[in-house]
């Protein structure tokens, strides 16, 4: 492929919105085109990167025995009303009417749809376990979409859904994704850690998420040489959070009263507002000396169901008030925790008393299914709450090894969902008695997308993007040095059909630019081996130079195919 005719708008200077090193280099190198903010065109060569992502992943499920299909994006309001999703999920969502007043959203995530779907085909066990995938679109409207295609407004995302008639069912297909993920991380040249999405310091095994370690990382993972890896709960937004409201004080003075409401301080730090929770809730178990504890509550719009809240408040589960957790007892549905209706101000006690004011407005529907009706404004001591101690580095963990920080960008997330959708969806099968269960479910994502960041993040150097050869755009970058020069062009034309035959994939420099244009270009690109063709080419002979290594060595031109072997 010849670089004049391909659309690879590159820059020499960096994007003055950029901050992440991949935002940078992806959108110099011209793979990437903001259309507007957190919405990406993908210029020919992300598309290709893009491309070979999704033939990894669509091995590797065929691999598991999950199966592609497509589910529109356009999704009708009312599937998402019987879940109590709509509400939840709120402004999230990006919703739209038709010229009939009908009302839909842009898919976030497509649990109704293959649920809906699966209800209407499948009625018996013998079909079970059935693993469905889709590699689609997926709109969301993120407060802050940043650091280029890392968080999108609209994104690439593989979603699979697996579906069974027991327990049993649903660990095959959930482990056989696992292996799946492990693999396209794996393929994907990606450093990664699998980590308990549950809490810092225990965790179910029902939900994980695949996180890169890198710097840009909005993720804190606290490991262990030990093989120990969890999530620390967005603690950036907690702490930044905390030091702009906390101030000390005594039981029932309130440090701020009234200051900061959870929507300034989102806005403030960029965060969502279901970070902000989670944050929240992860900082009234902490009390650290330099912190007051904070606590926001839910307080729904419907009824109270004071029952339940006080039931989780007791629990010591709800310490680590993950989503989990807060699903679990509070008998909201996953994803509730993702931006909720919370309007009251954060109020700061002193010590170690906390005030809990949350208002959560998740999960109502008509048929009165599944709310989280937290209201409860009521002052009680940190430690009712057990051992709230922060986890610090250094620290001796579980598993007898020092515990370790690190950033990381969640690249993947697989979860045992259970019978909540099919409840509620009323997705039904007979099992081998005859009798008619709810299906077990099971969810699985990557961010197809966000993966090329995560891979940019990891390998790009100051010079430009670095790509593993298994994803790179092309396996082989010639550069005619002249490219005025018939003998030149001739070898690279020459060079560039050798390897094609040879299977390889193959671009070609032959603007007629600088070669210090052209060379500051390839390395901004990425691709795993170039080819220079200059002043020995009369002597049939080209340099290779490795992108990653920067190593370089002559090779006569009837070697090369080998060399690059
Ligand atoms: P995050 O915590 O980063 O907001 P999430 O937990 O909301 O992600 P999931 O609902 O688990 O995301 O979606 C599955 C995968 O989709 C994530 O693991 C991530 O790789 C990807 N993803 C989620 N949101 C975005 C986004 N805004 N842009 C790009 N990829 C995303
Ligand atoms: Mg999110
Ligand atoms: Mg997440
Ligand atoms: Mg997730």
């Given at each position: 492929m010849k670089q004049s005719k391909l659309l690879i708008p590159t820059k020499k200077e960096n994007p003055s919105d950029a901050e992440a090193l991949s935002h940078i280099m992806m959108e110099r190198a011209g793979y990437i085109y903001q259309i507007s903010a957190g919405v990406w065109a993908y210029l020919p060569l992300a598309y290709r990167v893009i491309r070979k992502v999704k033939g990894i992943i669509q091995e590797e499920m065929e691999k598991a025995g999950a199966y592609e299909m497509e589910t529109p994006s356009m999704l009708p309001a009312d599937l998402w009303r019987q879940t109590g999703r709509y509400e939840a999920y709120g402004d999230t969502l990006y919703k739209f009417k038709d010229h009939n007043d009908r009302e839909y959203i842009l898919g976030p995530t497509d649990e109704e749809a293959m649920t809906e779907i699966l209800r209407d085909s499948v009625k018996s066990y013998k079909k079970l376990p059935?693993?469905?995938?889709?590699?689609?679109?997926?709109?969301?409207?993120?407060?802050?979409?940043?650091?280029?295609?890392?968080?999108?407004?609209e994104f690439s995302m593989l979603d699979a859904y697996s579906f069974a008639a027991d327990e049993e069912g649903l660990d095959e297909a959930y482990q056989a994704q696992a292996k799946a993920y492990h693999n396209i991380f794996d393929r994907a040249g990606l450093h990664y850690k699998v980590i308990l999405a549950d809490s810092g310091t225990i965790g179910g095994d029902n939900s994980q998420e695949f996180s890169a370690p890198a710097e840009i990382g909005e993720d804190v993972i606290v490991y262990t040489d030990g093989g120990y890896a969890a999530n620390l709960e967005k603690a950036t937004a907690k702490f930044d959070a905390v030091q702009q409201t906390a101030?000390?004080?005594?039981?029932?003075?309130?440090?701020?009263?009234?200051?900061?409401?959870?929507?300034?301080?989102?806005?403030?730090?960029?965060?969502?507002?279901?970070?902000?929770?989670k944050s929240m809730l992860y900082m009234a178990k902490m009390g650290e000396d330099d912190y007051q504890p904070v606590m926001v509550l839910m307080r729904g719009n419907d009824e109270v169901n004071e029952t339940k809240v006080e039931n989780a408040l007791d629990c010591e589960e709800l310490e680590l008030a993950s989503e989990e957790d807060t699903v679990k007892y509070l008998g909201a549905h996953p994803g509730s925790l993702g931006p909720v209706g919370v309007g009251e101000d954060v109020k700061i006690l002193a010590d170690n008393y906390v005030k809990v004011l949350v208002n959560m407005a998740c999960g109502a529907n008509d048929?009165?299914?599944?709310?989280?009706?937290?209201?409860?404004?009521?002052?009680?001591?940190?430690?009712?709450?057990?051992?709230?101690?922060?986890?610090?580095?250094?620290?001796?963990?579980?598993?007898?090894?020092?515990?370790?920080?690190?950033?990381?960008?969640?690249?993947?997330?697989?979860?045992?969902?259970?019978?909540?959708?099919?409840?509620?969806?009323?997705?039904?099968?007979?099992?081998?008695?005859?009798?008619?269960?709810?299906?077990?479910?099971?969810?699985?994502?990557?961010?197809?997308?966000?993966?090329?960041?995560?891979?940019?993040?990891?390998?790009?150097?100051?010079?430009?993007?670095?790509?593993?050869?298994?994803?790179?755009?092309?396996?082989?970058?010639?550069?005619?040095?002249?490219?005025?020069?018939?003998?030149?062009?001739?070898?690279?034309?020459?060079?560039?059909?050798?390897?094609?035959?040879a299977g390889y994939e193959v671009l070609v420099d032959d603007r007629k630019e600088r070669a210090g244009v052209k060379f500051a270009d390839s390395d901004l690109i990425g691709i795993p081996l170039r080819v220079t063709v200059g002043k020995k080419a009369a002597d049939g002979i080209v340099e290779v130079k490795i992108r990653k290594t920067g190593e370089t060595l002559e090779v006569k031109q009837e070697e090369l195919v080998n060399t690059v072997g």
């Open positions: 059935l693993v469905v995938y889709q590699i689609t679109d997926k709109f969301r409207n993120e407060p802050r979409p940043r650091y280029g295609v890392l968080r999108g407004k101030e000390p004080g005594k039981l029932e003075k309130k440090a701020t009263p009234g200051a900061h409401t959870v929507d300034e301080a989102c806005a403030s730090l960029g965060v969502d507002q279901g970070q902000m929770i048929d009165g299914h599944h709310y989280v009706n937290a209201n409860i404004d009521r002052d009680f001591r940190v430690d009712q709450f057990g051992d709230f101690r922060n986890v610090q580095e250094g620290e001796i963990a579980p598993d007898g090894y020092p515990i370790k920080f690190t950033n990381g960008i969640e690249i993947g997330h697989i979860f045992k969902l259970g019978t909540g959708y099919s409840k509620k969806l009323g997705a039904q099968v007979l099992d081998k008695n005859g009798r008619l269960v709810d299906m077990i479910m099971g969810c699985y994502g990557i961010g197809v997308t966000r993966m090329l960041s995560a891979v940019a993040e990891q390998n790009a150097d100051e010079n430009g993007l670095v790509w593993p050869d298994s994803i790179a755009p092309f396996d082989v970058h010639v550069i005619p040095v002249n490219a005025k020069k018939d003998e030149q062009m001739a070898m690279a034309n020459e060079l560039e059909q050798q390897l094609t035959a």
